[in-house]
């Protein structure tokens, strides 16, 4: 019995014959022709398939790639390319010419119309309004607020203060000459008897008083009656010639004036409509036709040859290679390919599993 080396692990018991003798048989009878296959596998793959996928791979660069590719670079550069610049230059004439054609409006008529306008607006308020206003101011505004102002003042000084002075001076004769002796009487009276002076000198103050009243009160009341009256008669009258005046003016200005200017404003502002109109239906009629002729003579024969080029190279370029493609793959790499895969779901299905079944019974293993 051999002593095992300082530094080496025991060697475990060793498993029995009966056991590892069906193993190497099925690892001879299984696993090597396992690995023969998979040898056999990354040989193919290397000599036979790698060179294959090369060889298609050139033939399709080749003959279906490169052609493809010259074909879309020569359409793009003969047919897009050449409709782009042609559209890009079609657009900018139009953007040009509906800008050149919107200048010279603005130029020779907006412009020179509204500096007409702007003229005779200047011009009418210059040389008619101005003159009319100042005429009136002159000469109906500022005599009526003369008048006005002389018809205060004379009343002021001819009718009030004569009849304040008249006041004034009945009150003061009044009591002067009457209120002084009533009262000096009153005294005395009531010194030397009542019966005898009272009664007097009552019937003299009721007579007085009377007196007063008709030949004085009632004569200045109604002198300030009838001179408020006259005042407010003249104010009337010189209120309605004004009113009256003011009116005439006004209706011979919005007839003779603002009616005609109005009317020739509405004239112009229509016949400028008129003329954008006209312009933009031009414009639009231009554009129309234009675009029905670059889609009827440009972009429809264009796309009716490049619907028919597809058509053509699809019937007699891309569907045969694509075809013979399928066809060699089928047939081809496609076969060994499932072969390959039935030969494995083969050895899975009745060779592995029941041969993992069998070790893991045979071990007294779980599965």
């Known amino acids: 019995m051999t002593t095992p080396l300082r530094g080496e692990p025991p060697a475990g018991p060793e498993a029995p014959a009966w056991i590892t003798w069906p193993i ?150 009044s009591y002067r000459w009457i209120l002084t002796p009533i009262g000096r009487a009153i005294a005395w009276t009531v010194r030397a008897a009542y019966r005898w002076i009272l009664t007097p000198i009552g019937q003299a103050i009721v007579w007085t008083v009377r007196a007063a009243y008709r030949w004085v009160l009632r004569p200045i009341g109604l002198a300030i009656a009838w001179t408020a009256a006259t005042i407010g008669s003249a104010i009337g009258w010189t209120a309605r010639m004004i009113g009256a005046a003011i009116t005439w003016a006004a209706r011979m200005i919005y007839r003779w004036l603002l009616r005609p200017i109005g009317l020739a404003i509405a004239w112009t502002a229509r016949t400028i409509g008129s003329a954008i109109g006209w312009t933009a239906r031009m414009i639009g009629a231009a554009i129309t036709w234009a675009a029905r002729l670059i889609y009827r003579w440009v972009l429809r024969p264009i796309g009716l040859a490049i619907v028919w080029a597809s058509r053509i190279i699809y019937r007699w370029l891309l569907r045969p290679i694509g075809l013979a493609i399928r066809f060699a793959w089928r047939y081809t790499f496609g076969a060994l390919f499932r072969g390959i895969a039935a030969s494995g779901r083969w050895l899975r299905d009745e060779v592995l599993r029941p041969t993992r079944t069998a070790v893991r019974a045979a071990l007294g293993l779980r599965r």
Do not use: K, S
């Not at 559209?87 to 953007?95: N, S």
């Not at 010419?97 to 010279?104: K, T």
């Open 24 to 173: 190497r048989a099925v690892a001879l009878i299984v696993v090597l022709p396992l690995r023969l296959l998979w040898e056999l596998a990354v040989l193919a793959n290397r000599f036979v398939l790698v060179p294959v996928g090369r060889a298609l791979g050139w033939l399709l660069r080749t003959f279906l790639l490169a052609p493809l590719l010259w074909l879309l670079r020569q359409f793009l550069q003969w047919v897009l390319l050449p409709i782009w610049h042609a559209l890009r230059w079609a657009v900018a004439a139009l953007v040009t010419g509906v800008a050149w054609v919107l200048r010279m409006l603005l130029r020779f008529v907006i412009r020179p119309i509204g500096l007409a306008i702007v003229a005779v607006l200047v011009f009418v308020g210059r040389w008619v309004l101005l003159p009319i206003g100042r005429t009136l101011y002159n000469w109906v505004l500022a005599p009526i607020g003369r008048g006005f102002a002389w018809t205060l003042l004379a009343v002021y000084r001819w009718v009030l203060t004569p009849i304040g002075q008249a006041i004034v001076w009945a009150l003061d004769a």
